[in-house]
């Protein structure tokens, strides 16, 4: 039998939490019978799963972080909150990893600031779990860091590439850099400098990824700043979400594309689903002492269990371990100021 | 009868050149009486067009610009070239306009060195129309300018405005400017600089823009860098292909998937093609004393067409005119080096 892994959960985290959360944490542990949760939220909204699952455990908390309020300053404020409290379980070492599909940013911080970087980690980076054609591709930084040096693109590639080798079983990830071109000479200043460190000190560099390689599956893992790939990101999603309406319209313009439509509905409907971010539950924030999954806020229960069990993989692949060690001789820089190392807002 | 327009059209650019330029060419000059073409090129190619029609006027050149070659370089270098020679063809008032399919990077140079930039503008900026849900979206820099100031794009948003106003009919365009979230506090350093100077200087600018918002048709002009353009660009483009090639294989799984997908092929063919980008047949350089359209690659002769097409209407619009009087008012920059107002290579 699989050892334990014990993951802290947000109940009051998500657009339709608690009552969402709850019931995604139920299939959660149903599904995986190694898994104990500490699900952290008002008392009254986890005492019923609490106290009819043995494998959940009730953390009562008196605070929640809003969608819409500044993240570093609300962790700072808000210590007894359910994200706060979620992120130092896993700190104090009761709790193996946190997931959340509350505010992104809060997560972000209340990870950073509590559970703490990595040594040798400048900046945490958030990645996502992209279905790609050809394969899932793993894309990073999608938010973490709206402003990037290049330096800080290799230590996401590094990262990504671990992610994609232990919980994903890729043997030897190969790494795209973002950019404009193909070609080595193209990109911007900024694509240029992140593109020589990396040809420079990453053995599995592969070269430029243009915006149209991402979803084809050119390569295992794609790195970018966070604001490119956070506008990447949501372009996907929009395009795919702008094509299933057009496609709709198209389906039910005519008695004939109606009859059709019905006879492949089953089709698209799988396509829909093969496609749909929920199968993986949530973006890894890779770079902190513990495994953070962040849920999208419209999660569904699917969604939410997806997102835990995948929280519970990195954990039992020793996701943060593995770059901790890979970490392990890369002098940690010094302190950015007050907001150092601290994601965006 | 309308005025004559004439444009001069590279025939030695695009991957299936000259054939399925002559090709396009020739179908422009019969969709539109009112059309003279200038036809660039080896004289051996474009005679038999420009002796057999009446408005297609034969400009022998001996040089031909790579898609590989280095843009600004070649254009200095091969000045009777087919690109540089149509650039000059608008410079000395013989043309009214140019379209090119070929290297993207040259005809910037070519436009930009050539034709020069319109005075007060800083840089001049690739415009796309993206076939969005609810309406045509103008989308720029898609890539002249890997490296902005933030000043620039407020220029790039006037200029789009312009266009979807002269050229598409919209009688206010609203402008947003690409963000990785809603919020007015939203942003990169660059983007927040940029929606401040946008807040300050621009009635028309109706706030950040997410990536998910450009193909749903939020608004009529969204503005970005032309590094962040270009990934986007390219990131809409594979998207909606891959999209389409996981659609025909869902759809070939079963029979009955297959009578079914049989009964909607003519709807998902109509789909495909409301989302061609060949229907608006290439992209404006917008800033240039001229109009400027350059083609993909890859366009066939519809394509082509298309292109040559839209070039005439932003002549019969007057875009570089408009821009010009709107620019009027604007102190002409300093001279940024000996490649100042250079598109990147």
Do not use: W
Not at 96 to 122: N, P, Q
Not at 138 to 157: H, M, R, S
Not at 175 to 187: H, M, Q, R, S
Not at 317 to 327: D, L, M
């Amino acid at each position: 039998m699989d050892t334990t892994v014990t993951l802290a959960v947000d109940a009051m985290g998500g657009d339709d939490a608690p009552n969402v959360v709850i019931e995604g944490a139920k299939l959660a542990l149903d599904a995986e019978p190694s898994l104990r949760i500490m699900l952290c939220g008002d008392e009254s909204a986890i005492q019923e799963l609490a106290s009819s699952h043995e494998r959940c455990i009730a953390v009562p908390t008196t605070e929640v972080i809003g969608m819409a309020e500044h993240p570093a300053q609300a962790v700072r404020a808000k210590k007894d909150s359910s994200i706060v409290r979620g992120c130092a379980l896993v700190k104090e070492g009761q709790a193996d990893g946190f997931f959340s599909a509350g505010s992104t940013g809060a997560c972000l911080a209340a990870a950073t600031l509590v559970m703490g970087r990595i040594k040798g980690v400048k900046r945490p980076a958030l990645g996502v779990i992209i279905p790609a054609y050809d394969r899932p591709v793993l894309f990073a930084d999608v938010g973490a860091n709206a402003d990037c040096k290049p330096e800080y693109l290799v230590q996401f590639a590094k990262m990504g590439a671990i992610y994609m080798q232990a919980v994903m079983g890729v043997a030897a990830p190969t790494v795209g850099l973002l950019n404009i071109g193909e070609e080595d000479t193209k990109g911007s200043a900024f694509a240029l400098e992140a593109h020589a460190l990396l040809a420079e000190q990453l053995p599995a560099f592969a070269g430029n990824c243009e915006g149209g390689d991402i979803i084809s599956g050119a390569f295992d893992v794609v790195i970018t700043d966070g604001f490119t790939g956070n506008v990447c990101l949501k372009t996907i999603e929009g395009t795919s979400k702008v094509l299933f309406r057009y496609m709709r319209d198209a389906l039910t313009s005519s008695l004939k594309a109606k009859i059709g439509s019905a006879l492949v509905h089953g089709d698209l409907r799988a396509l829909k689903a093969k496609l749909d971010p929920d199968q993986y539950g949530g973006t890894p924030l890779l770079g902190v002492k513990g495994v953070c999954m962040v849920g999208h806020g419209s999660s569904g229960a699917t969604a939410v269990k997806n997102g835990i069990l995948a929280g519970c993989r990195q954990v039992r692949h020793g996701v943060p371990q593995r770059i901790a060690e890979a970490f392990a001789s890369v002098p940690d820089g010094p302190s950015q100021g007050k907001e150092g190392g601290l994601p965006c807002s």
